[in-house]
C-alpha cells in the first residue's frame, strides 16, 4: 500500500499569496496517477486536479499541479477567499487507493 | 446539473447494520463506476469499496472485507453499501463518488450521510 504523505500540515496565507502543497508518496505512483481534492467543512471533497497535472472541469487555472514519480505539488496561485479548505492528494496507480492526511490552507 | 445524493445514515448499535444509499441524477448511473469514500469525525478520507458500471466486479477495503456489501439497481439509477458487524471505528461519514474504472479518480461526490455506530 502506497502511503501518501502531505506537508506541510497547515498553511497559514494571505489572499493573493501562494500556496505550495505537497504530497509525497511511499512508492512510485503509477503512470501520475495523482489527484487532488478540495474540501470545504461540511462538504463533499471536489475534484481539482488529475494525473497529477490535468484540471477538472470547471477548475479556475489558479490551480495547477505537477511532479512525477513520488513527490507531487499542488500549486494555488493569487489565493482567493473562497479557496482556504483542506486538500487531499488521492493516487490511484494502485488497486489499493489511498489518500494523504491532507494539507489545510488557513487564512493569516 | 449531475449530483449524486446519500441517504440511509443514523445511529446504530455496535454489531448492528445499516444499508445506504446512493442515487444519482442529472445523468445515467449505469454508464458510470461509483465508489464508496468514508471519513471518520475529524480526519481523513478512507477509500472503502467499488462496482463497476454492470455490478459485475467489486472491490473492498481489507477494514471493511467481509462485512459490507456493495451493489446496484441501474434500474432505480441507485447505488447500495449493505453494512454488517458494524463497529464503533466505522463511525464516519460515508460519501459516494464516480469513477469509470478501478482504480480511479473521482470527479463526483455525494453529500455524505453520516453513520454513528454507538450504544
Known amino acids: 500500500e502506497s502511503v501518501l504523505t502531505q506537508s506541510p500540515g497547515t498553511l497559514t496565507l494571505s489572499p493573493g499569496d501562494r500556496a505550495t502543497l505537497s504530497c509525497r508518496a511511499s512508492?512510485?505512483?503509477?503512470?501520475?496517477?495523482l489527484a487532488w481534492y478540495q474540501q470545504k467543512p461540511g462538504q463533499a471533497p471536489r475534484l481539482l486536479i488529475y494525473g497529477a497535472s490535468s484540471r477538472a472541469t470547471d477548475i479556475p487555472d489558479r490551480f495547477s499541479g505537477s511532479g512525477s514519480g513520488t513527490d507531487f505539488t499542488l500549486t494555488i496561485n493569487r489565493l482567493e477567499p473562497e479557496d482556504f479548505a483542506v486538500y487531499y492528494c488521492q493516487q490511484y496507480g494502485s488497486s489499493v487507493l489511498t489518500f494523504g492526511g491532507g494539507t489545510t490552507v488557513q487564512i493569516k | 446539473e449531475e449530483h449524486l445524493v446519500g441517504s440511509g445514515g443514523g445511529l446504530v448499535q455496535p454489531g448492528g447494520s445499516l444499508r445506504l444509499s446512493c442515487a444519482a441524477s442529472?445523468?445515467?448511473?449505469?454508464?458510470?463506476?461509483i465508489n464508496w469514500v468514508r471519513q471518520a469525525p475529524g480526519k481523513g478520507l478512507e477509500w472503502v469499496s467499488y462496482i463497476s458500471s454492470t455490478g459485475s466486479t467489486t472491490f473492498y477495503a481489507d477494514s471493511v472485507k467481509g462485512r459490507f456489501t456493495i451493489s446496484r439497481d441501474n434500474a432505480k439509477n441507485s447505488v447500495y453499501l449493505q453494512m454488517r458487524s458494524l463497529r464503533a471505528e466505522d463511525t464516519a461519514v460515508y460519501f459516494c463518488a464516480r469513477g469509470w474504472a478501478h482504480p480511479d479518480y473521482f470527479d463526483l461526490w455525494g453529500q455524505g450521510s453520516l453513520v454513528t455506530v454507538s450504544s
Open positions: 442529472g445523468f445515467t448511473l449505469s454508464n458510470y463506476a
Open positions: 512508492q512510485f505512483v503509477s503512470s501520475n496517477k
